[in-house]
């Protein structure tokens, strides 16, 4: 490999190990839509499936800023940050209010 490149390449190495501890979304992005907590409590989980581990939990009247959402046609989840969900809608129930502001 000739030095030039292996020098680039090094160097772009040093630059993402520096911010592989900053995820994009977290990086100045603003939330898609916010919501609040419409039932007594709701888990957080570490993908978008309530098989997923546990990962914490919010109450009703938490604020949350939603960074993405997804579906699979009956359920839908919003994610809060890298490896945390939440369910919007679980089979019918609506779980989080999205709010305007």
């Given amino acids: 490999m000739p030095e030039q490149l292996k020098s680039s390449l090094n160097k772009s190495i040093e630059i993402l190990k520096e911010h592989e501890d900053k ?8 939330p898609i839509t916010r919501g609040v907590i419409s039932v007594k409590n709701l888990h957080i989980y570490e993908d978008h499936s309530t098989s997923a581990k546990v990962i914490g ?14 579906t ?3 359920n839908s989840w919003g994610r809060l940050g890298p490896d945390q969900w939440v369910p919007l809608e679980n089979d019918g129930e609506r779980l989080v209010e999205l709010t305007s502001e």
Avoid: F
């Avoid at 938490?62 to 959402?69: G, R, V």
């Fill in 57 to 70: 939990g919010l109450v009703e009247g938490n604020q949350l800023n939603i960074l993405e959402t997804w």
């Fill in 23 to 30: 995820p994009v979304e977290e990086q100045n992005a603003p």
């Fill in 72 to 74: 699979d046609g009956k």
